[in-house]
């Protein structure tokens, strides 16, 4: 495929950022900056991709996923889906999820959601709910021409449908994701 262009030779790069927790806004709510004209963009999340698109002046798709624990791998997910699509050349994919107050976090506790360990013990006898936690981070996605590759991405997106409870998994269903991205990355069970 061609490269996706703007014009003037400038290649089109997506933003593709998973969000979550968007704690920020309580926070900024209780300061002076309050009452701002600029907390509703500040803490929007589907401006927030926007706001990277603009500071570094790209202009291929733009998107925020919030699908909780999940968003950064949707939104990689959906960068490498553009790039495949030749909807652009390039991607940025980033991921934040910021644990600013402690309301979500008790409220999952008391559910019984988290696990008193304090650790994800998935898949395994020990597991007694899931570990919060906070993290940023950023990857760029790119079509690699030579023969020496810097990595191979399989990707695939599904939901559970039923399992025990809300944090518990459904083993079967997530065969089934592992399957697909697998496949995906066409790598079998040899390799």
């Known amino acids: 495929l061609d490269r996706v262009e703007l014009g003037g ?18 926070v900024l709510a209780a300061t002076p900056a309050g009452g701002s004209v600029y907390i509703a963009t500040g803490v929007c999340v589907p ?15 733009c ?23 030749n909807e652009c ?15 979500v ?12 360990h304090g650790r994800s ?3 395994d006898a020990r597991a007694d709910g899931y570990a919060r936690g906070e993290a ?15 990595g191979v991405i399989g990707s695939a997106v599904r939901q559970d449908g039923r399992s025990a409870s809300l944090t518990a998994p459904n083993g079967q269903a997530q ?4 399957r697909a991205a697998f496949a995906d990355a066409d790598i079998t069970a040899d390799e």
């Open 136 to 150: 940023c981070g950023a990857v760029a996605l790119q079509f690699v021409t030579d023969e020496a590759e810097l």
């Open 105 to 116: 976090g008790t409220s999952f506790a008391i559910a019984g959601m988290t696990s008193v």
């Open 47 to 61: 401006i927030s991709s926007g706001r990277l698109s603009y500071v570094l002046g790209l202009h291929g798709p």
């Open 63 to 85: 998107c925020s996923y919030d699908t909780a624990c999940s968003a950064a791998l949707v939104a990689c997910h959906s960068g490498l889906r553009a790039l495949q699509l």
């Open 9 to 26: 030779g400038h290649a089109l790069t997506g933003v593709f950022l998973g969000i979550s927790a968007t704690e920020f806004m309580s």
């Open 89 to 103: 050349a390039s991607g940025l994919v980033t991921g934040v999820c910021l644990m600013m107050a402690p309301g």
């Open 175 to 178: 065969i089934g994701l592992l």
């Open 121 to 123: 013990y998935t898949f």
